[in-house]
């Protein structure tokens, strides 16, 4: 069983190392931005409201986020654990995720904190922006703005998360493989609960 909480800025690599994990581990990845992503892609009712927030870099609000996420833990191929990437992002969220894990009676093991310097997360939002034609990552104006979201809105959960002894924090500006060695290496290691 691993449930794993993913922080860090956009571009620190979170979505990479909950995609390698995925594999290795045989847990799903929710990304939230991925979820929202299609929601606009699709046309729903959610990604018409989303969009707009998404495209200026701004956190969409809670209000279409927290049942969204909700509904996707209660899936039947999470029995066996999750990776939690980009939620939760703002302090009212980590507090709807604490009731969300009590209700449910689960327990996870830890929030795997990204640290990246700003000048390398503009350098590979701008090149991401560019191969994935991300609306919200193809001008510094925007990736900026969504980098200051970062550091008013969910920066501090990393306090909040340390305070519980639950943060790990793991240098982000190394190759992907190196990065996901020493994450592998940490959780065989560091497990907080047996079931
Ligand atoms: P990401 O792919 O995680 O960088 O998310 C892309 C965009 O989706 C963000 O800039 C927000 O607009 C929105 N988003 C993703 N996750 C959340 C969340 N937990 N709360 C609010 N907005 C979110």
């Not at 609000?61 to 899936?75: A, C, D, T, W």
């Not at 939690?84 to 929030?111: C, E, K, T």
């Not at 990393?158 to 020493?182: F, S, W």
């Amino acid at each position: 069983m691993t449930r794993l909480i993913f922080l860090g800025p956009p571009g620190a690599g979170k979505g990479t190392q909950a995609h390698l994990l995925q594999e290795t581990r045989k847990i799903p990845h929710i990304s939230t931005g991925e979820i929202l992503r299609s929601h606009v892609a699709h046309n729903t009712p959610l990604g018409e409201k989303a969009r707009v927030y998404m495209d200026q870099g701004e956190l969409v609000p809670n209000e279409l986020i927290l049942n969204m996420v909700s509904e996707r833990l209660k899936q039947p191929d999470t029995d066996n654990g999750w990776i939690l990437d980009g939620f939760p992002r703002n302090v009212s969220q980590a507090a709807f995720m604490d009731d969300l894990i009590q209700n449910m009676h689960w327990d996870y093991d830890w929030v795997v904190n990204l640290d990246v310097p700003d000048e390398v997360l503009i350098a590979r939002l701008l090149h991401r922006g560019e191969v994935e034609h991300r609306s919200d990552d193809h001008d510094e104006t925007t990736i900026g703005h969504r980098l200051q979201v970062y550091r008013d809105q969910t920066e501090p959960l990393i306090d909040y998360y340390r305070q519980r002894k639950q943060l790990y924090t793991l240098n982000g500006n190394q190759p992907m493989e190196q990065v996901a060695a020493q994450l592998n290496e940490f959780l065989n290691s560091h497990h907080l609960h047996k079931s």
